[in-house]
Nanobody, 126 residues
Framework: QVQLVESGGGLVQAGGSLRLSCAAS????????MGWFRQAPGKEREFVAA????????YYADSVKGRFTISRDNAKNTVYLQMNNLKPEDTAVYYC???????????????????WGQGTQVTVSS
């Protein structure tokens, strides 16, 4: 059974930083994308970032470019999201995602990700 378990969320002031981690178990995602989505109250799920296994192909939402960095540790089957210069509008539940089969078609769509974590809350105060 595949599980994605996020950690690292919390409360931080605007301008601060947090690092989210997502540990995968049940299979290794050696050839598929892993990444992050977020969902704020009353809003739809929003793509944040995704990375290939090697990190050679990375995608970011425009809203987080230059502030967030995604990385993977394949030995640990883990994906990270370093979030700097956080803003109140970054407040959301952040979900780790992974593909069962590789696809680079519309990577910002939740439909191309088969596995989801339970989410971790990130709250940024102004």
């Amino acid at each position: 059974q595949v599980q994605l378990v996020e950690s690292g969320g919390g409360l931080v002031q605007a301008g601060g930083s947090l690092r989210l981690s997502c540990a995968a178990s049940g299979r290794t995602f050696t050839s598929t994308l892993m990444g992050w989505f977020r969902q704020a109250p009353g809003k739809e799920r929003e793509f944040v970032a995704a990375s290939s296994r090697s990190g050679g192909t990375i995608y970011y939402a425009d809203s987080v470019k230059g502030r967030f960095t995604i990385s993977r540790d394949n030995a640990k089957n883990t994906v990270y999201l370093q979030m700097n210069n956080l803003k109140p509008e970054d407040t959301a539940v952040y979900y780790c995602v992974a593909q069962r089969v590789y696809s680079d078609y519309d990577v910002t769509s939740f439909r191309v990700y088969d596995y989801w974590g339970q989410g971790t809350q990130v709250t940024v105060s102004s």
